[in-house]
């Protein structure tokens, strides 16, 4: 399949589920309430260009390709971006949405995001049932890049971290997330070394990773002995040029025995473009593959292998309940990286552009760069994050947004104590400037995209 197509599949797939997921979550609730619903737009704002009816509902397609939306009868503040104005035969008053009461346009406005937060935590609670949750290593050195950041600081291989960052008793997982967002600064560190505790300090190294600036400290955890795989094999790269062929297994690296998928990642590294012996075992056979590393973005060398499934991190089965923490777990600690990163933006600690706001093309950077590495399983992965992101955006109490039209609701409430309501033209134009607001903000993150071309 050319790339372009896969591409174009892998983002509609994504952002078509993300997105129409929302919309469900809308729907679902103005139906189970009795709310007419008059349109359901799959794809695209504005007019309808195709669809077909259901009972009163027109499922379409709209003009403007930006979203999807659900248009129901009676609420008319949106209706320019939304095909215009109801039109037909007469409805009854119980069924319009405008005349329901505040709690039941609450909870039709809270199912969007409801659902894209359900499905965040639905996929990797999908994943922990299926395969087990990853089996987390104790916070041991195993690895100690050669003029890296922890090597900088004294850090030696055999050391347990004991502290990070303040935090007793970190895993590793909490320790390269906080590294991730402490690119040039100094974050101290207690090790235990031979029963004695040593406070240390590492500055992470900054890195650029696909428009994102990272602290990276050169550190990789001791995860015992794992049969190292070839999974996938990079087009045009050193490994398809070398004969490497997915399956193979690696044994060796320059003689030295290879224990795991993240020393010999690590080995790469530090042999950058020299000529390199990789040991292999091909059904059954002892074969020897020679090749050089390529310096690739971000500044590591790389010879384009992805790992095999032997190499995915030792799983751990467990039941609902298991695998219901560790769904929130992981959505939470999205959550925690996006709201310190924007914390280092508005306290001037982090720029605007390195803080990693992607736009539509961005977005799009993406899921390109997901699906060609990871294929359709990373795709669920980064669905999941995507998802998750959309439903706390449209709790933002911006206008036209869902956390908008809620804080809509709470302003008439509070002015229906004395009287007094919200004409349909001050709503409309509370949507228009919240239009204006959202279409700001996309200007400004494609400016940060394609700033990043150059």
Not at 98 to 105: A, D, G, H, S, T
Not at 186 to 199: A, C, F
Not at 249 to 267: D, P, Y
Not at 386 to 412: A, T
Request: without cysteine; negative net charge.
């Amino acid at each position: 399949m050319p790339d372009i197509l896969l591409v174009v599949l892998a983002v509609i797939f994504v952002l078509g589920i993300a997105i129409n997921i929302h919309e469900f979550g809308h729907f679902v609730v103005a139906k189970l309430f009795g709310m007419r619903v008059e349109a359901y737009s799959f794809f695209g704002l504005g007019p309808r260009i195709w669809g077909f009816k259901v009972g009163h509902t027109d499922y379409r397609i709209s003009a403007i390709p930006l979203g999807a939306y659900v248009k129901l009868y009676g609420d008319e503040a949106t209706a320019a971006l939304e095909g215009g104005e109801s039109e037909g035969e007469p409805v009854p008053e119980s069924e319009l949405y405008e005349l329901r009461p505040r709690w039941q346009k609450f909870l039709v406005m809270i199912g969007g995001p409801f659902m894209n937060i359900m499905l965040a935590l639905a996929i990797p609670f999908g994943a922990a049932m299926i395969y087990g949750i990853p089996s987390m290593p104790a916070p041991v050195v195993g690895v100690v890049n050669a003029g890296g950041a922890a090597e900088q600081a004294g850090i030696k291989v055999g050391d347990r971290i004991a502290s990070f960052n303040g935090a007793e008793n970190p895993t590793w997982e909490s320790i390269r997330d906080e590294s991730m967002i402490s690119p040039d600064k100094e974050v101290p560190l207690v090790v235990d070394r031979g029963g004695q505790r040593i406070p240390l300090a590492v500055k992470p190294a900054k890195q650029e990773v696909d428009g994102n600036v990272i602290g990276e400290i050169g550190l990789l955890p001791d995860v015992g002995v794992e049969p190292v795989e070839v999974g996938t094999i990079a087009p045009d790269s050193p490994a398809a040029a070398s004969g490497l062929q997915p399956g193979d297994r690696v044994l060796a690296f320059n003689g030295q025995t290879v224990r795991n998928s993240q020393e010999l990642s690590n080995q790469i590294k530090e042999n950058k473009d020299a000529p390199a012996n990789i040991t292999i075992d091909r059904d059954g056979e002892r074969r020897e593959i020679r090749t050089a590393a390529r310096l690739e973005e971000g500044g590591v060398y790389r010879i384009g292998i992805g790992f095999g499934t032997a190499n995915i991190t030792t799983r751990v089965k467990v039941g609902l309940a298991g695998a219901a923490s560790y769904a929130v777990d992981s959505n939470l600690r999205i959550l925690r990286l996006t709201g310190k990163v924007f914390g280092q933006m508005f306290s001037g600690e982090r720029s605007v552009k390195d803080a990693g706001l992607a736009g539509p093309v961005g977005i799009v950077q993406i899921i390109s760069k997901v699906v060609q590495e990871a294929g359709f399983a990373g795709l669920v992965m980064i669905l999941g994050v995507i998802s998750l992101n959309l439903g706390v955006f449209n709790l933002l109490p911006i206008p036209l947004l869902d956390g908008g039209q809620i804080m809509v609701l709470g302003i008439e409430k509070v002015m229906s104590w004395f009287g007094r309501t919200l004409s349909m033209a001050i709503k409309e134009k509370i949507q228009l400037a919240g239009l204006a607001v959202i279409l700001l903000l996309m200007v400004f993150t494609l400016f940060l995209d394609i700033s990043r071309f150059f």
